[in-house]
């Protein structure tokens, strides 16, 4: 068999069936009407097409485990071209929210915001942010997606702050010298916190030009 026209022949497997499942989901059906009834992408309709759209992608995955990715990017792609208001990227974040296991069970116990964006910003979370912020009413029905965006950039500056501080500067009170007793006495110390105390490559080359001068002088 010719390879070019195996590869369409797969292709249009593909398609045939995403239309088949389609047609056989009575819910689907069901969905996007309420969608385009509602023209508002915000509204609870569209939340319900991505529940949908997950569990239907559940029962490709049993009845045709091969070609399950696939079906179901062709299924996203037509039901985007049903639903005026809606486009691909839109409909994979809906997916997305829908299939997200801790978003799921935290919506069914009415603990989350119930607007589809919101619930995609939440989706960029690991499950134990998204329990942590949760259980401390951080995150709760009532948030605004401003709300959600700025405690997504706090979050993300804190991850990102350590990077920041990799070393310390530290001095003694009064510009006092440090022998080598109190060296070792900080150095244990720091040892402990899990630190370890740091000499620039420089400070150390300057120590050792001063020792030398001092030798040559005496």
Excluded: C
């Amino acid at each position: 068999m010719n390879p070019v026209e195996s590869k369409k022949d797969v292709q249009e497997d593909i398609q045939v069936l995403a239309e088949k499942y389609l047609e056989q989901s009575q819910e689907m059906i069901v969905a996007i009407n309420d969608v385009n009834t509602s023209q508002d992408l915000q509204d609870d309709s569209f939340l319900a097409l991505g529940d949908h759209l997950a569990i239907l992608f559940e029962k490709i995955e049993t009845d045709d485990p091969k070609l399950a990715k696939k079906v179901f990017i062709a299924i996203k792609k037509r039901t985007a071209q049903k639903i005026q208001a809606a486009d691909i990227n839109t409909i994979n974040k809906v997916v997305k929210v829908a299939r997200h296991r801790l978003i799921t069970q935290y919506r069914k116990e009415q603990r989350l915001p119930n607007r589809w964006g919101s619930l995609y910003l939440l989706t960029s979370l690991s499950e134990e942010q998204l329990h942590h912020h949760v259980t401390n009413n951080d995150i709760s029905p009532t948030s605004t997606r401003k709300q959600l965006q700025d405690l997504l950039a706090q979050i993300k500056g804190d991850r990102a702050s350590p990077s920041k501080w990799k070393r310390l500067v530290i001095k003694r009170q009064g510009d006092k010298d440090i022998t080598l007793d109190d060296k070792a006495e900080l150095e244990k110390w720091l040892a402990q916190k899990g630190w370890e105390l740091y000499v620039p490559k420089s400070k150390i080359r300057e120590h050792n030009v001063k020792a030398n001068t001092l030798g040559d002088d005496a």
